[in-house]
């Protein structure tokens, strides 16, 4: 079966940066789109980032344009997410998810396979 595996996650600084590292096994890596969300406690889950099958396509949300880079790497199955300049409004956990398409859009419903998820926190 599908398995996502994030890692990466911490306590950080404002300002500061961390790389989230999220490894797939089950399917064939490079078939499928792959995305990260967050959910901030008291909050709906939201999208950050996506990337498509072979990486050459990627969005990201508004309110991380410019801080945060998703890519990935289909020799190590790993899927990244680069998270620069960080704010204390980015303290979530943030979760590895992957569609059955090569490339999905930023509704969560786009996913049906999700990891566990690695908390952020950002203090300042």
């Known amino acids: 079966q599908v398995q996502l595996v994030e890692s990466g996650g911490g306590l950080v600084q404002a300002g500061g940066s961390l790389r989230l590292s999220c490894a797939a096994s089950?399917?064939?890596?490079?078939?499928?789109?792959m995305a990260w969300f967050r959910q901030a406690p008291g909050k709906e889950r939201e999208f950050v980032a996506a990337?498509?099958?072979?990486?050459?396509?990627?969005s990201n949300a508004d309110h991380v344009k410019g801080r945060f880079t998703i890519s990935r790497d289909g020799a190590e199955n790993t899927v990244y997410l680069q998270l620069n300049s960080l704010k204390p409004e980015d303290t979530a956990v943030y979760y590895c998810?992957?569609?059955?398409?090569?490339?999905?859009?930023?509704?969560?419903?786009?996913?049906?396979?999700w990891g566990q998820g690695t908390q952020v926190a950002v203090v300042s």
């Open positions: 998810a992957t569609s059955n398409a090569l490339y999905s859009g930023q509704s969560n419903r786009d996913y049906p396979y």
């Open positions: 990337i498509n099958w072979n990486g050459a396509i990627t």
């Open positions: 089950g399917r064939t890596f490079g078939n499928y789109a």
